[in-house]
């Protein structure tokens, strides 16, 4: 019994991505903030209460939700590899020479028995427009009237508003999130295109590293 197989891309709710702005298929935008980690084992006690705190006062000043998201994925040690290979290539002394050639079976081999691991730490902020059913009618009818080249200015120019709204919404994450001592950055499209490629392929780096 053959079965209707049905593409992926049904089951993805994300439209496109552009400008930096994921646009999902029932219009709302998305962000993605890049931010790095803070190892309060590090910190004082005093310290690791004082961040906890100001993290509270961070969520508690938010209007609006978010939502936090933390990639872990097998760390691909090749392309450090590669570079001291390189240098061992261009090394004159014999020695210096030799001892990288050990460092580099060395972090090798502590690569193939263990499994070291990267974290990757996302903050997602939403935007999403709300129409009423008034405006709406309003809208159709306003469309029904234009060409093609009017409908998409008028779409262009409703894009432009809700992402400026949207980067309102992320420059107070941000700002949030550096009063915690932690650094961030917004995604732009490819960044956002290669998030999200890892996260509906997530074997496939695995298994292109284990073919190596």
Do not use: W
Request: aromatic share 8%; glycine share 4%.
């Amino acid at each position: 019994m053959a079965l209707n197989a049905k593409a992926t891309q049904e089951f993805v709710p994300i439209k496109e991505a552009r400008d930096g702005i994921v646009i999902l298929k029932d219009g709302s935008l998305r962000a993605i903030v890049l931010a790095n980690s803070t190892n309060l084992s590090l910190k004082s006690s005093d310290e690791q209460q004082a961040t906890i705190l100001q993290f509270q006062n961070f969520l508690n000043t938010l209007d609006f939700s978010t939502q936090i998201s933390v990639q872990s994925r097998r760390l691909d040690i090749r392309p450090y590899l590669l570079l001291l290979e390189n240098r061992m290539k261009v090394q004159n002394e014999p020695l210096l020479k030799l001892q990288t050639k050990e460092y580099i079976e060395f972090i090798r081999n502590f690569t193939e028995s263990v499994s070291i691991m990267t974290k990757s730490f996302f903050v997602v902020v939403p935007y999403t427009h709300i129409t009423l059913k008034s405006d709406s009618g309003i809208l159709q009818n306003l469309f029904s009237k234009k060409n093609k080249g009017e409908i998409k200015a008028m779409e262009q120019l409703n894009f432009e508003e809700q992402r400026s709204q949207l980067e309102q919404r992320v420059s107070v994450v941000q700002q949030g999130l550096a009063r915690c001592g932690i650094k961030s950055a917004q995604l732009g499209t490819e960044e956002v295109v290669e998030v999200f490629y890892k996260v509906f392929n997530p074997g496939e780096l695995e298994g292109k590293m284990e073919e190596q």
